[in-house]
């Protein structure tokens, strides 16, 4: 096996885990899966994804010696309810997974969140293992124990904290991702520049466009991004804290989402996520906090890589600055009914705001809605 | 507030709690449970429970200034489902279940663990406080942190691993509980004594109606459950080893569930372990483990107490050997095809038995049958 780029994720009480990063992974997967002392592999996967990679993944895991078996759920965010985690627990039930065997999910976040609360909740409990293949679960949904699915009350309101034991982040799967889920997910990559990492944002700046053919920097900026993440969650594994930065321009960006009915036609979670950013920074620089300029900077550099990054952007619209106010009261990151927002000081520099007045939040809604 | 009998369960990483065990407990939870620190407190409760006892509840958390909500689902088994976890966590939710507040499980061991598995798994995990109403729930289910539902394929093959932070199992409660569901705990409660603790069986010989009847000896009885209980779980919470001794008399017990459809006018829980229990004394008498005498005194006392200890009391028959035997395989005590039963050596003498051999349990079964 070649040597891959490494971020370890270094949880206490046995949960340490590695990510490797690198193109050709999934054909590695069975031997680096078999390390692990396991006996069955079950893959969950959507069907997009399965028709691509899930035979290559088959064919490594039974060649070092895995029983395999594979749970398919239609693409998109709709997989993340309650019929289909009963589907695929069902599904792995059929499969006999037991106690000792292993979950692989094997796709983009909706499928890391799907298998890995299944495998969280199945015989109370499985190991998972996260073979992501869309830029976005890469660099940010495979990591860090997060998964879950939705309620018709609000997103990722039902799951449970459940570690992988590995991520295998297969670099060249990305090859056959749409320009549009890309992009998507390149909003998530340019998020930790904007959390705490300028320097880094200088760098997706001048090299976004290999990360998007598929040069080395592509596996440079999964590896960057991990690390990141990693760190924070190895501080703040629990979201007591500091880990709610990576909920930067999430606030504004899950409204978008429930307002458009979770529809991927209309808009994916990165695209929501990239409009977020651009309006926590105006939002930041409307209250004083941060130089406008900087949120210019912001915007200006997600459009060039194709995001959206204003409300007029969003596709049928998305309703008036009430509606939205009252689609991010429902995310979970109210508490006593006073809004927490992240906000930023400048690019690398953002926080948590709690407090943030509602009267303030629709004054800044409604003239972004007004300058369309 | 009165001194209660009270049983600590030390669990580490700030997750003990205290049991709380006496007559009355109900009305002091508000105050309880308000020490805990919370805002709200939410009661899942089935319309049976909550028809007799929510008010008097909400009564005592809103003294206590707590927020209070109710969720109600149909009693019985059926409610252990995807469909009635979901509508019970959309319920939490829409009662404005945060972070920081706190489920109350009120009822048997179906909301229980239904409503611990909710609490595990809304907003990744809530707390939640058991107030069990079953002798059932308040000797067993209520304590030790297993929650959960069924599957179409297996009964509790879904859940979480989910600590309570407060057990009160108010035992006046039990007054109202009907005939055939106090014998169904009961059969719990004898478990005990036959797991680890001959002293403790022989006492439930000579005080078994005074538990019945609502005397000193049902409060005293449900504390040595739980201290018993307690002290399992604290050793091996996770079911690694010695927890697996908590199921005598349950692979039996739950294949008869199954193939009775988990119809509860059929049979309940309780029931199925009680068959479970004789079988599993008789069929160690049979491999030579066990002497005779103390497989007829379980069943014996069992049947004193009201309760089935043969396939043939399982109301419409219970099929073949062969149904038995998938029924049991089925059952995630099953490692590698083999089949693993919880023995005993005697009253009070049990051990787990991995390896059983297939054919040795349905030459048994097939006796069994025989004998009506
Ligand atoms: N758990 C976390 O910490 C976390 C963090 C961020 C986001 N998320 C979640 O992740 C989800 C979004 O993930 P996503 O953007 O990956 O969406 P996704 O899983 O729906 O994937 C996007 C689309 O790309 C397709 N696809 C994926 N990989 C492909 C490939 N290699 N080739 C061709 N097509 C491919 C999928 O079939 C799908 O149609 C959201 O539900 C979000 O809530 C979770
Ligand atoms: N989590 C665990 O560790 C664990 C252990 C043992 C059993 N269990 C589970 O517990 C369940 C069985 O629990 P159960 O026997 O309590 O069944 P249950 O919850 O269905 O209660 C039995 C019946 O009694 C009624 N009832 C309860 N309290 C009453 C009261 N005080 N007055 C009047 N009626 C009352 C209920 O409405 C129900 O109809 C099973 O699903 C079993 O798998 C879990
Ligand atoms: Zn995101
Ligand atoms: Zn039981």
């Not at 270094?10 to 002392?37: F, K, P």
């Not at 991010?328 to 953002?350: C, E, H, P, W, Y």
Request: aromatic content about 6%; proline content about 2%.
């Amino acid at each position: 096996m070649t040597d891959r780029l490494t971020v370890d994720v270094s949880l206490d009480q046995g949960r340490a885990y590695s990510i490797l990063i690198g193109r050709g992974l999934l054909d590695e997967a069975g031997v680096r899966i078999a390390s692990l002392g396991a006996r069955a592999a079950v893959i969950v996967s959507d069907s997009n994804v399965a028709a691509l990679y899930a035979d290559r993944l088959r064919t490594s895991l039974e060649a070092a010696g895995l029983r395999s078996g594979l749970v398919t759920v239609a693409p998109g965010e709709a997989s993340k309810s309650y019929a289909t985690y009963a589907e695929v627990c069902d599904g792995l039930l059929a499969h006999k997974v037991e106690r000792g065997d292993i979950v692989v999910a094997l796709g983009g976040g909706v499928v890391g969140d799907l298998a890995g609360f299944a495998a969280a909740t199945l015989r109370r409990g499985v190991r998972f293992v996260q073979a992501p293949t869309s830029l976005l679960a890469q660099v940010d949904s495979s990591v860090g124990g997060k998964t879950g699915i939705n309620s018709p009350l609000g997103k990722n309101l039902i799951g449970a904290f459940h570690q992988p034991r590995l991520v295998l982040a297969d670099t060249a799967t990305l090859d056959t991702l749409s320009e549009r889920e890309m992009r998507a997910g390149y909003a998530e990559v340019a998020k930790y520049g904007l959390i705490g990492d300028a320097a880094f944002f200088d760098w997706c700046e001048a090299h976004w466009a290999g990360i998007f053919s598929g040069g080395p920097e592509r596996d440079e900026a999964v590896a960057i991004c991990c690390r990141s993440k990693a760190g924070v969650v190895v501080r703040d594994e629990r979201e007591d804290g500091e880990r709610a930065l990576l909920n930067l321009g999430h606030t504004f960006g899950h409204a978008l989402e429930r307002l458009t009915g979770y529809d991927s036609d209309r808009l994916v979670h990165g695209e929501g996520v990239a409009i977020g950013l651009a309006l926590a920074f105006r939002f930041s620089a409307r209250l004083g906090l941060c130089p406008g300029q900087d949120a210019g900077r912001v915007a200006n550099h997600l459009a060039l890589a194709g995001l959206p990054t204003s409300l007029a952007a969003v596709p049928g619209g998305c309703g008036d600055a009430d509606a939205l106010l009252d689609a991010m009261a429902q995310d979970k990151k109210v508490r006593d009914g006073a809004l927490t927002f992240i906000l930023a000081r400048g690019i690398g520099q953002s926080f948590i705001a709690p407090g943030i007045d509602a009267a303030e939040v629709r004054a800044f809604l409604t003239d972004e809605l007004l300058a369309g």
